[in-house]
């Protein structure tokens, strides 16, 4: 009976020892779960977990009911949670660099392919303290919304007399330096009650989600043409990565590259998919033409990368990667 109690005492202490080396990470979302964008890190801590069973485990805590989204970078960065899928835009004080990817004409595929997110990943690393493990649902661009007929300028410019513009930090320098806008920042969980209740009546938003959120029931135009690139992507406490076996590094990095390809091809197609059903329930389009486009498109763009310059000379880094960030997240 001792032998036997023994060997029981044995196996049990080595079953404790297989399940303490499975390496546990806690993470957050930025947004409810209802949204596109979070579905798909979901996905991926699907695959994570079923490939790294055994060796790596992803626990999701929740989104922005458990930490705020923009308090979530920060709780990443001081280790309150190992692992966050944010918007690089929430942390933009501290990793400029991230509108690169704003401002990007492509995604992640292109970008990975050439080391432009192997670069990212060492300026957080530097300058944040965390692992970029991966720009997913990349490639999808935003657009204007509104809920009444836009105007334009004698030139065919968009005016924005009477535009009550909802915004946030991904594209407050183009709203604010081109179009002269004083915009309303709101998170996202605010914007269908502002909508419902007028206090905005325009908003920028990514060609995916819309009726997700169900700002499809106030938002009736959308301008022409789209801007920018989602910034969505996985951030770790870097201090967490390292103390992860290699195993698990190699999982969780392999499953990252392969789904910001499946991600942003993905995306892609369900981008056309989403507004083709916006206009096919009424949504109306208003395309500027001409030099008025193409203005609106380069100010979107060129009004980025001067924000980026801005920022990224107030760091003692200063410009070091600036030119090469551009080179590696434009195809042009």
Do not use: C
């Amino acid at each position: 009976m001792k032998k036997v109690a023994l060997t029981l005492g044995m196996l049990t202490a080595l079953a404790s020892t297989h399940v303490l080396a499975v390496d546990q990470i806690n993470a957050v979302h930025a947004f409810p779960p209802s949204l596109i964008y979070t579905q798909s890190f979901l996905e991926f801590v699907d695959k994570v977990n079923e490939r790294g069973e055994g060796v790596v485990q992803i626990n999701v805590r929740g989104g922005p009911e458990v930490i705020g989204l923009s308090e979530q970078p920060d709780a990443v960065r001081n280790g309150v949670v190992d692992m966050a899928y944010t918007a690089a835009s929430f942390y933009a004080g501290t990793v400029p660099e991230r509108d690169a990817m704003v401002a990007s004409n492509t995604n992640a595929i292109y970008a990975r392919e050439n080391g432009g997110i192997d670069l990212l990943n060492q300026i957080h690393q530097e300058k944040m303290g965390t692992y970029y493990l991966g720009w997913f649902d990349s490639g999808v661009s935003y657009n204007l919304y509104t809920i009444d007929e836009p105007s334009m300028d004698e030139e065919g410019n968009l005016s924005i007399s009477g535009l009550r513009l909802r915004s946030n930090p991904v594209y407050d320098a183009f709203f604010q330096d081109y179009l002269g806008a004083q915009p309303i920042s709101l998170p996202t969980t605010d914007v269908y009650a502002a909508l419902e209740r007028s206090v905005v009546n325009a908003t920028g938003w990514t060609q995916i989600g819309l009726k997700d959120l169900n700002w499809d029931r106030f938002l009736n135009y959308r301008v022409d043409p789209a801007f920018f690139s989602t910034d969505m992507g996985v951030i770790v406490n870097l201090d967490k990565w390292n103390q992860l076996s290699e195993e698990s590094q190699q999982i969780l990095q392999e499953v990252a590259i392969e789904h910001e390809r499946e991600s942003a091809e993905k995306l892609a197609e369900l981008a056309e998919e989403q507004q083709a059903q916006l206009e096919a329930d009424g949504m109306q389009v208003v395309t500027l033409e001409g030099e008025a486009a193409q203005r609106f498109s380069d100010a979107a763009r060129d009004a980025t990368w001067e924000r980026m310059r801005r920022q990224m000379e107030r760091h003692p880094m200063g410009l070091e990667h600036y030119d090469t960030l551009i080179e590696k997240f434009n195809d042009l």
